[in-house]
């Protein structure tokens, strides 16, 4: 059902039609978070790399979206909403245009940094939009109805990236952003309100550099063991330089009167655990958009079509489960629900080990399907039991970490599934088909322990927290 809606925003178009432009939005950039998973091995090929050494076009993608979040509602605030969310769609859309032209993999990872600089913007600040456009008692239907492409982004991604990569070439998956973004642009200049802060305030920004180096070296030094070849003291100095940087910004926020996350928003628990957990539980997580689709096409011999369809059942499986889990969640509680999903969902993804060329269709339809519901449960939990506790006047900055760290936590995800897969492969020796099955054995085994293992960071609620079913308004990128 359309939300009620209010009157013409400030800017003069209708509030409809502002609702259309941020879904449309947030399911680009959803979209591209997944779409190139099924076409890394047609790109490889293209591009005269290894399929097993293409994490970069993934990580790179993630990885500036959690750099560049933390900024996003200064820079709405400072210029403008309009400004900004022009900006982010024309960033977007000249990355996209950039991948579609890159000639190599080095070239196709800047585009990627390039077109996640734009694709970071587009929630954050089309939210905040609607958030000013709303009537409070309006805002949740309407971030309702915006986060619904959010959910079909991921669902089509691996699909439509697998089917383009058969009916026409990898190049495609980013050709197509390019008459989507021009309408964008089209339709942000008539129906975007341009909101500002009358003043925009000092921008923490020592606290943001230390915090992007703290992200990007620690995970450059994780992809450095993915077997690069870098020298060993390179990744040695960055993980010590990316942990010292974080080391460094919670000194730096200790004692900034403005910083930009402040230290108290871990004095509440329920935050704390929801974000500890999220980072770590999102590994495993993330790390399984990027190794089903190479394990069906390089180990189980799935052309990129097929295996795009093998996604619908993870995606399916994982919108079906939304309203039921919330029920259960409300009679159980967080704890229980979320410690013993984080072992199910691990245990899950170890059994990816057991997938064989001879397995039966429909078993590998009920196992995916299994572990898509598994996933759902676990983000409708861990969102709701970060965010329910935040005083309003933390919100704002606690959300715009809760993201930022969703996005670093997928960005993780793959860059230490490609290590993983590196180093047994390896070990396991063997390029061809046949051989790399037991590569990804292994790392399906060693992401389901790890993620097990982050089950210990949710035991640390209380019992005795307060049992609410999560509110429709949080919005699920994982």
């Not at 210029?79 to 579609?100: D, E, K, M, Q, Y």
């Not at 952003?177 to 009358?198: D, E, F, I, S, W």
């Not at 990129?304 to 059942?313: E, N, S, T, Y």
Request: with cysteine; hydrophobic share 55%.
């Amino acid at each position: 059902m359309s939300p009620v809606l209010p009157p013409p925003s400030p800017a003069g178009g209708s509030p409809r039609l502002l609702l259309w432009l941020v879904a449309i939005g947030f399911f680009m950039q959803t979209l591209d978070s997944t779409i190139v998973n099924t076409a890394l091995p047609a790109m490889a090929r293209s591009l005269g790399e290894s399929p097993l050494r293409m994490q970069a076009v993934v990580v790179s993608y993630a990885l500036t979206m959690a750099a560049v979040i933390p900024a996003t509602g200064w820079l709405a605030d400072r210029f403008g909403t309009r400004r900004v969310f022009a900006l982010a769609i024309a960033l977007f859309t000249l990355g996209s245009a950039a991948c579609a032209a890159a000639p190599s993999l080095t070239l196709l990872t800047a585009a990627r940094v390039l077109q996640g600089v734009g694709g970071a913007m587009l929630l954050p600040v089309g939210r905040l939009a609607v958030l000013q456009a709303f009537p409070r008692e309006r805002f949740l239907e309407a971030m309702s109805f915006v986060a619904i492409p959010g959910l079909v982004g991921p669902l089509i991604g691996p699909t439509l990236g697998g089917w383009l990569v058969e009916v026409a070439s990898w190049h495609w998956i980013f050709l197509i952003n390019l008459p989507v973004g021009l309408l964008g642009l089209l339709a942000t200049r008539r129906h975007m309100p341009n909101l500002r802060a009358a003043q925009a305030g000092r921008f923490d920004l020592g606290g943001y550099l230390l915090l992007v180096l703290a992200m990007v070296s620690i995970s450059l030094s994780l992809d450095g063991l993915g077997g690069l070849g870098w020298a060993r003291t390179l990744v040695v100095l960055l993980m010590v330089l990316g942990l010292a940087a974080l080391a460094a910004y919670w000194l730096h926020a200790q004692r900034s009167p403005a910083p930009l996350f402040a230290p108290a928003l871990f004095g509440v628990a329920s935050y704390r655990v929801g974000v500890l957990g999220n980072l770590f539980a999102r590994i495993g997580s993330g790390a399984m958009p990027y190794l089903l689709p190479l394990l069906l096409q390089l180990a189980l011999g799935f052309s990129p079509a097929q295996a795009g369809m093998m996604m619908l059942p993870v995606a399916l499986a994982s919108m079906g489960i939304k309203r039921p889990i919330t029920r259960v969640i409300h009679r159980l509680g967080y704890r229980p629900v979320l410690m013993g999903n984080t072992v199910l969902l691990g245990l899950m993804i170890a059994g990816f080990a057991l997938m064989t060329p001879q397995q039966p269709l429909w078993l590998r339809i009920v196992q995916l399907a299994l572990f898509g519901a598994a996933n759902s449960t676990q983000f409708t939990a861990m969102n709701a039991v970060t965010l329910k506790d935040l005083a309003p006047q933390r919100a704002a900055s606690g959300n715009s970490l809760f993201s930022m760290v969703q996005m670093l936590g997928m960005s993780l995800g793959v860059t230490c599934a490609a290590a993983l897969l590196h180093a047994f492969s390896d070990w396991l020796g063997g390029a061809g088909a046949a051989q790399s099955l037991p590569a990804f054995r292994a790392t399906f085994v060693a992401i389901g322990l790890m993620t097990m293992g982050s089950a210990a960071i949710f035991w640390q609620l209380r019992p005795d927290e307060p049992r609410q079913p999560p509110t429709g308004a949080l919005v699920d990128v994982g």
